[in-house]
């Protein structure tokens, strides 16, 4: 993307999706592991690293995976706004999108994304203890027998009742492009998944 396309925003939107679509796929991207926020049972908020499993620019929502059991999850069922912040140094783009989660745990959205996982991501669905519980040693809390190995086939099923995906429907995107000739900062927000334009001081 040229640099006189971002006074673009209709091409910059076109660009925010295909950079979010190769953050899925591609294990090296920087929009592969954003940051994603939301608010804990006190009412402060909560931050931590996802790793980006699915963008629907047809329903424009982000997917990422989680173990029903971590606190992370009832906090997102009693409230549902949330925040993605992604970087890419490469690019010079930051991206703030807000969105409201969605928490979909042994229910189709949830099996057809088990039955694509791989035996060695199942493993994490494994653990004896809940995920964020305290324990007395440094463990991860995968059975024993599990160390090093991918569990079977048989094994990895067990996990199935504590995979959860976090689907996250789009409402708005901050986008800042960082250019020594001078930054551009443009506001989407969503209404029907259609997007509203606003330029923004940076
Ligand atoms: C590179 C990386 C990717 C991660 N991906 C995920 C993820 O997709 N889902 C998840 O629940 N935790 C993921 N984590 C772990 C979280 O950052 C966090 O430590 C964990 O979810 C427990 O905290 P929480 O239950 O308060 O969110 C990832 C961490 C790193 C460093």
Redesign the pocket.
Known sequence: MSTSSKENAAEIFEDIKKNLTRGVKDRKHAFH?PVFSNIDSEGGI?S????LRKFDPSSMTLN????FR???VPNLKKNSSSQFVFYDHKLKIQMRIKTTSLVNNQNDKAKEMWDKTRLFSRKCYLTLKD??SITEFPEDGIPEHLTGKEPSHEESEKGYKNFTVVENKINEIDWLYLEISGHRRLKLTFKNNEPEYNWLIP
């Open positions: 592991t909560d931590r690293v996802v790793v990422f995976h989680t173990d971590s606190p992370k995920p964020s």
